[in-house]
């Protein structure tokens, strides 16, 4: 248990507190399908396995490993945004359940909360929109708004801290999502806790090798989790 006061929370979206329902897979198959990739190929199923395994990740970090040449990454980049975008407007995404609860309910306990992605601005803000969510928070973050580096980075929890100034200490933060880089990114923030939640991409062994210190049901049993941690 941390011995520390969890003042900042920092939120994965999509997976912790956000369902879209494998909008991601969706999303990269017609992308990959702009720049050549013939679905149900051998070459789509390969590429598709690796988005699976390193959901979390910033998906320009994604393409560039997939495609290489920048150019190609970015238009595939671009392809996957207005994909995703098109998507999410056409309703198919929706809350965790228990998620908007949660957030105000950390908020009333007097801790900031930050919600963060791995997507860009746009589609961030796309998600946001969809959701009623725009002024549910004060600050949101995607890799852009970090420098550049998304997870396995900890630049985005950092970047919460120095914007918000909410915590005195790194172990004052708390960091949950529901993948390995979202733990990696934790650990590597120095978080005091940082929480795995099983709404998403990988599981508890997953989540638990890549440091996390605790793993939960979903992101609905934060709040009590923290009240705890704090004592």
């Known amino acids: 248990m941390s011995t520390f006061e969890s003042r900042l929370v920092v939120l994965d979206m999509a997976g912790t507190t956000v369902a879209d329902g494998g909008l991601v897979e969706q999303a990269f198959s017609r ?3 702009q720049l050549g990739v013939e679905p149900g190929s051998a070459d789509h199923e ?6 699976r395994d390193t959901m979390g ?3 320009i970090t994604v393409f560039r490993a997939l495609f290489g040449a920048e150019d190609l990454a970015q238009r595939a980049n671009t392809a996957f945004e207005t994909a995703y ?5 056409g309703g198919r995404i929706a809350p965790i359940t228990g998620a908007r609860e949660a957030i105000e309910e950390l908020r009333a306990d007097g801790r900031t909360v930050v919600l963060t992605t791995g997507f860009a601005r746009v589609t961030q803000d796309a998600i946001l929109g969809a959701l009623g969510w725009r ?4 600050l949101t973050l995607c890799p852009a708004d970090a420098g550049g580096r998304g997870r396995p980075y900890p630049d985005m929890v950092l970047a919460a801290l120095l914007r ?3 915590a005195d200490d790194v172990r004052e933060i708390a960091v949950a999502g529901d993948t390995a880089y979202d733990m990696r990114s934790g650990a590597r923030s120095g978080a005091g806790v940082v929480a795995g ?3 998403g991409a990988h599981d508890k062994d997953a989540l638990r ?3 996390a210190t605790h793993v939960l049901g979903s992101v609905a049993e934060l709040p009590l989790l923290l009240r705890e941690s704090g004592r």
């Open 85 to 89: 975008g098109e998507l999410v407007e």
């Open 135 to 138: 002024d549910l928070v004060g």
């Open 46 to 51: 390969r590429k598709l396995q690796y988005v």
């Open 164 to 166: 918000t100034g909410a």
């Open 57 to 59: 990740e910033s998906k």
């Open 197 to 199: 939640v099983l709404t």
């Open 209 to 211: 090798a890549a440091g």
């Open 31 to 33: 992308a990959a399908g």
